[in-house]
């Protein structure tokens, strides 16, 4: 195992390795008791890649067995391998190859996610999504994410950001009109979808968007810019005592505030009783 696998921990040998307690084994399983998973974190699929496949599969097969986990009354959801799938029926096959894992709600998602990162099926709104739905359902925070995905702190966060971008942004970046750069040198920038366009349309390169709004960045930077880390504390803090929070450091990073939001006079009056405490 190369140092790549190891760090993405459960990748794909764990996903199609028989020999634990999660596996049923391989069966042969008809394709209508198949259904996709609905938390796959990868939503555009390429039509033409599906129907070469199909053709492969035609003269070759499957392969690779898909991965499934088993639902009520005989049918089965997909783990991974959902492309193969959809080859599958579209070259006219009745039955599949699969594998049955046993795996709850919460780790299916993180397994769909790790399998697609490892193929590097996603794209980075797709791979975005997937975090931000890992984070509500799984009650992580962006450390934790790191862990599931292989991946470090910073990338998660980077990658998150992209979600503070117009939906009609982050589809231009979905349908590969836009790269992930020209993406992160829009975020926080005003007249988004706008600029967005003229850099379509311009064929403008990262470097030029970033000069553009270059004085955007500096503005906010010193206005708003705050560490990942820091919020992922507020995050925590609010969860905790019920309040909105704000932490501040001053410019040495060594002293600072915290704040406590109240929204009426009772709120208040608890924030002094539990400080009396």
Known sequence: MNKESKKLGMGLGALLSTKNDFSDGLVNLNISQIRPNKNQPRKKFNQKEIEELAT???S???????????LEEGSYEIIAG???WRAAQLAGMHDIDCIVKKFDEDKLLEV????????EDLNVIEEARAYELILE??????EGLAKI????PSHVSNILRLLELEKEIQEMVVDGKLSMGHARALIGVPDGIKRAKEIIEKKLSVRDV???????????KQTS???PNILDLEKELSNKIGLKTSIHFNESGSSGSLTLYYSDLNQLDEIMKRLKR
């Open 137 to 142: 359902k799984n009650k992580t925070n962006n």
């Open 56 to 58: 492969s599969i035609k």
């Open 60 to 70: 070759q097969g499957i392969l690779q067995p898909i991965v499934v986990r088993r």
């Open 112 to 119: 769909a996610l790790i399998e697609n990162i490892q193929r």
């Open 225 to 227: 810019f705050k560490d």
């Open 82 to 84: 959902e492309r193969r």
């Open 149 to 152: 995905s292989g991946k470090s």
């Open 210 to 220: 970033e000069n553009k709004t270059s004085k955007f960045k500096k503005q906010k």
